[in-house]
């Protein structure tokens, strides 16, 4: 007897879309990318993130790298998750770019199924998932690891989410940073970071230590004024998450290099 | 002692039809419509949370009458379709059109095999870039699909619903406007009514985004 097509998720997972293809189509769930560690394949490298007064904010630099070889000048590594939350990422790029892509995709088929949105901690419980899931290739293969921003929609609450490759999920306190830079970014937000910048000093806090980054990581790319490359940044607030426009990061970026003496040497 | 009788196929599908129908009609109307703004989607719905009118895709949305409990599931079986197909392939690559034939299928297979016809008719809509590009669609119990623009109406008392708006469907009308007339034209239309509004947003749909969004409800027109 033909009867109403039903999810087959279990109880109370009806509304996630990864248990949807896990059950149905799970040729279509990214397999973790095993035998593959010394072939070399794109790479994307370092993403920042700092609170501020009323938001987060999430920069991230356009290069791709492939072993010594510059793969990309203009990859695009922070992406909107939903419409309070935003994700950057890091390591192999492929992988990278498709767990960006189904955890947009899980965030609104929830949205969809259930007419609300899920907390912001449920959201990177969800990602956790989709980190973890990478583990088998941890040792012979490839990885990428995401840093999620966010405002709860409920409470206002903005928060930055760091993951590690088991699944662990970190709240982090004022700001964070991953990818090959992040030692040097790590040091500038340190040194630049305080306790309630408006919305225009944590733009220039985050260009900044990307621009310190770039500085010392060869897999990282400063802001570009000649062929007019400059770092993806959103914000979140409570009104939702917004590309902060590329002019006013251009301007930004160009002002520090300008106090830098950069272009004088 | 268990007997049965002989029971024509004509006769077997007429039943079904009758009893699908009148689970239909007991359903208040749904009004699908095309306006310069985008596709405003209207009907009467005394409850909050329990919607009739819901988002699909990007560019598509969905209006349903009948059994609660299957149209909610015909629903989120439409939303995991157009997901899959949109992660699989590309966002651009849902269409309303794919959407319907999955039902068409759907409700189709039910209403010759299952233990009884679903009592629910859809209406699916996708905006387009212009007004002659919006596709509206209906699917009955059966499978049944047809095309009709710029207005379409399902549920009970919905051909002549259909008839008076589409005499005078002026599609370039403000949202506004176009809501206030989908509204006036309803069969026992009083003055104290819930109603459930949402549109597909043109000028969204063109900039590649989730174009569906609920409007504040009207407690009366």
Same mark, same amino acid.
């Given at each position: 007897m033909t009867s109403l097509p039903h999810t087959g998720a279990a109880p109370g997972l009806e509304a996630s879309f990864l248990a949807h293809l896990q059950q149905h189509?799970?040729?279509?769930v990214p397999a973790p990318v095993t035998g593959l560690a010394e072939t070399p394949v794109p790479h994307a490298t370092t993403i920042v993130a700092l609170l501020y007064q009323g938001g987060v904010i999430m920069a991230g630099d356009r290069r791709a790298t492939m072993g010594t070889t510059i $793969?990309?000048?203009?990859?695009?590594?922070?992406?909107? $998750?939903?419409t309070h939350s935003v994700v950057g990422v890091s390591g192999a790029a492929g992988i990278a770019l498709d767990m960006a892509r189904l955890f947009a995709v899980e965030l609104e088929h929830y949205e969809k199924i259930e007419g609300t949105e899920l907390s912001l901690l449920g959201k990177a419980n969800r990602l956790a998932a989709l980190v973890r899931a990478q583990l088998p290739a941890l040792s012979q293969g490839l990885v990428a690891l995401p840093l999620f921003a966010g405002v709860d $929609?409920?409470?206002g609450a903005a928060r930055i989410i760091s993951f590690d490759i088991t699944g662990g999920r970190y709240q982090e306190h004022h700001h964070h940073t991953i990818g090959s830079g992040s030692p040097y970014a790590r040091g500038s937000l340190k040194k630049l970071w305080s306790p309630g910048l408006a919305e225009d000093d944590a733009l220039r806090v985050a260009v900044h230590a990307l621009i310190d980054a770039a500085d010392d990581d060869a897999a990282t790319s400063g802001p570009d004024s000649r062929r007019r490359i400059w770092p993806v940044v959103y914000t979140v607030t409570a009104d939702g998450n917004e590309r902060v426009d590329e002019a006013r990061v251009a301007s930004v970026a160009e002002q520090i290099m300008d106090q830098r003496g950069d272009d004088r040497s | 002692m268990n007997q049965s009788f002989y029971v024509s196929p004509q006769q077997l599908m007429k039943d079904r039809a009758d009893f699908a129908r009148q689970g239909i009609s007991r359903g208040k109307p749904v009004v699908l419509a095309s306006c310069a703004a985008g596709i405003v989607l209207v009907t009467e719905n005394s409850?909050? @949370?329990?919607?009739k009118l819901s988002e699909i895709y990007d560019r598509i949305g969905l209006g349903a009458v009948g059994r609660y409990n299957e149209f909610e599931a015909l629903r989120q079986n439409g939303v995991r379709y157009a997901d899959t197909r949109g992660y699989a392939? &590309?966002?651009?690559?849902?269409?309303a059109r794919g959407l319907v034939s999955h039902y068409a299928g759907i409700l189709g297979e039910l209403f010759l095999t299952g233990a009884k016809p679903l009592e629910v008719e859809i209406a699916v809509a996708e905006v387009g870039a212009s007004l002659d590009d919006d596709r509206l669609y209906r699917v009955s119990f059966d499978g049944t699909v047809t095309e009709s623009t710029p207005v379409i109406v399902i549920g009970g008392g919905a051909e002549q619903l259909q008839q008076r708006l589409s005499s005078e469907? &002026? @599609?370039?009308?403000p949202l506004d406007d176009a809501i206030t007339a989908i509204q006036s034209a309803?069969? &026992?239309?009083?003055?104290e009514m819930a109603w459930e509004t949402a549109v597909l947003d043109r000028d969204r749909a063109a900039v590649g985004g989730r174009s569906f969004r609920r409007r504040t409800r009207h407690g009366r027109h």
């Open positions: 189509q799970p040729q279509l $793969a990309s000048s203009r990859m695009e590594k922070v992406f909107p $998750a939903d $929609a409920i409470t | 409850s909050t @949370s329990l919607r392939y &590309d966002r651009a690559d849902v269409t469907w &002026d @599609s370039q009308r309803w069969t &026992d239309a009083t003055g």
